[in-house]
Nanobody
Framework: QVQLMESGGDSVQTGGSLRLSCTIS????????MGWFRQAPGKGREGVAT????????YYADSVKGRFTISADYGKNTLYLQMNSLQPEDTAMYYC?????????????????WGQGTQVTVSS
């Protein structure tokens, strides 16, 4: 059974940085698709950044380009999200997700496996 577990969420001030981690267990296939998503109170889920394992191609939401970086250590089955220059509008629950195959828009796709989330709060 595939399980994802996020960590690294915290409360920071505007301009601060955080690194989120997501450990994936039970996934035996080498090639897969992973991403970070977030949901703020009263808002819908938003795709933040994704990465394709086979090509290492990354995709970012316009709102985080230049500030966030997604990366993966496939040997450790761990996904990361480095977040710099954090703003209050980045406040949300952050989730990692994975799937065997994703076609089309990675940021809006419906992934099969999800973690429980880690809270990021940015205060002004």
């Amino acid at each position: 059974q595939v399980q994802l577990m996020e960590s690294g969420g915290d409360s920071v001030q505007t301009g601060g940085s955080l690194r989120l981690s997501c450990t994936i267990s039970g996934y035996t296939r080498i090639s897969y698709f992973m991403g970070w998503f977030r949901q703020a109170p009263g808002k819908g889920r938003e795709g933040v950044a994704t990465i394709d394992a086979d090509t290492r191609t990354t995709y970012y939401a316009d709102s985080v380009k230049g500030r966030f970086t997604i990366s993966a250590d496939y040997g450790k089955n761990t996904l990361y999200l480095q977040m710099n220059s954090l703003q209050p509008e980045d406040t949300a629950m952050y989730y990692c997700a994975a799937d065997h195959f994703i076609d089309g828009d990675r940021l809006s796709a419906d992934y099969s496996y999800w973690g429980q989330g880690t809270q990021v709060t940015v205060s002004s």
